[in-house]
């Protein structure tokens, strides 16, 4: 594990270029051991990457480290361990490791994403409040960016029902952003979680919130979206929602107030409407105090062929041809495909050769 947070923690060396990596050794003892020139020989690395890891190589005190992590009371959960959230591993560019405080979702455990804009209304933080305060009433957990706004509302919410809450960082596990919502991120490790897939002392950086995103939605069952614009980081968490095969849900509002924009198109566009946190929770099949997951999030999971064609589909109808032009793919393979995915509940033809998620 110390190899493992060493090349993890790497300054410059992000998740696509480990992957790379990893076409080149087994593990990150391997490569740490690796002579330089080997590591020149590395064809898919820039000169600047391949200089990174040698300057990283001349660490000696990697025990000492990693010690450093734990007396921290921080996990490291590597994408093989058993405790990293079975949902999250079956996304595409999964993390390929999580820093943890409190503790990681159980894999039975139905999450909700509840995500909104930060410069929100009173309306939409009253609405957050008492959705998340209902689901986590009825056993569902609650998971959120902890951000200002729609998101700390949510947590809020969750706790104030002695819920479960978990909270997905853009930085550091250690860096409290806000810093105004340091009692919040003390409340949450009580029962639930706060983790990132950025190391210790990573500060809160614009670039890292959109990939954060995909771990709020990729960890999740469904994706609540309380306020947004048109263009905003809450959008981008229901597109990788939908592209992960999640529920999406909006919260209507005014056509003239441009916080509801973002949420009128979703709905617009196929998203759920929720008209109140009890017709929510009817929606969802769930009862007082229990937790029971809907048949849509009993499917069984997609293949790799399957997912190719699910993800080039979204909630506005796609042609056999858009489709087949979209995956590369031969009209067989599609239209076999089409069947098994709606067979499955995934997709519905909404009429002849047209095809939406279902």
């Known amino acids: ?11 410059g060396i992000h998740l696509e ?3 790379k990596i990893r076409h080149y050794v087994r593990n990150a003892k391997e490569l740490y051991e690796l002579p330089d020139k080997m590591i020149d020989a590395m064809t898919r690395l820039t000169e600047a990457e391949k200089e990174k890891i040698k300057q990283g190589k001349k660490c000696k005190n990697l025990a000492e480290e990693y010690e450093k ?4 009371g921080i996990s490291f959960v590597t994408i093989g361990d058993s405790r990293y959230p079975k949902k999250l591993k079956e996304i595409i560019n999964a993390p ?10 159980e894999e039975n455990e139905f999450l909700a994403a509840i995500v909104g804009a930060r410069c929100c209304s009173e309306y939409g933080k009253a609405e957050a409040l008492k959705i998340a305060g209902h689901l986590s009433d009825c056993g569902v957990k609650i998971v959120s960016g902890m951000a200002r706004g729609i998101d700390g509302s949510a947590h809020y919410g969750a706790l104030k029902e002695n819920g479960t809450s978990y909270a997905v960082l853009g930085c550091g596990v250690d860096v409290c952003y806000p810093s105004e919502h340091q009692n919040l991120y003390d409340e949450i490790l009580i029962e639930g979680g706060i983790f990132s897939e950025y190391p210790p002392g990573r500060p809160p950086i614009a670039a890292q919130f959109p990939q954060r995103n995909r771990i709020i939605s990729g960890i999740s069952d469904i994706v609540i979206v309380i306020e947004a614009r048109e263009r ?3 959008l981008i968490t229901a597109d990788f929602a939908l592209e992960q095969g999640k529920d999406v849900y909006a919260l209507p509002g005014r056509i003239s ?17 929720i008209l109140s946190a009890e017709d929510l929770q009817k929606d969802l099949c769930l009862s007082r105090k229990i937790c029971g997951a ?12 399957q997912m190719v064609v699910y993800s080039c589909l979204d ?5 056999m041809d858009e489709i087949i032009l979209k995956t590369g793919l031969e009209l067989f393979e599609v239209s076999s495909i089409l069947l098994e995915l709606i067979q499955k509940g995934y997709v519905r033809e909404i009429f002849k050769n047209h095809y939406i998620r279902s």
Do not use: F
């Not at 110390?2 to 300054?11: D, G, H, I, Q, V």
């Not at 107030?257 to 409407?273: E, F, H, P, T």
């Open 1 to 11: 594990m110390k190899y493992e947070y060493w090349l993890n923690s790497m300054p």
């Open 17 to 19: 270029t480990r992957n």
């Open 69 to 72: 992590l734990e007396k921290m």
């Open 96 to 105: 390929d490791a999580l820093y943890v405080k409190g503790k990681l979702p």
């Open 232 to 234: 905003s980081g809450s």
């Open 257 to 273: 107030d441009s916080l509801s924009r973002g949420c009128n198109r979703l709905i617009k566009d196929g998203a759920g409407m």
């Open 294 to 305: 809907n048949e849509k999030n009993k499917r069984k999971p997609l293949e790799k062929q």
């Open 315 to 319: 909630l506005h109808a796609r042609s």
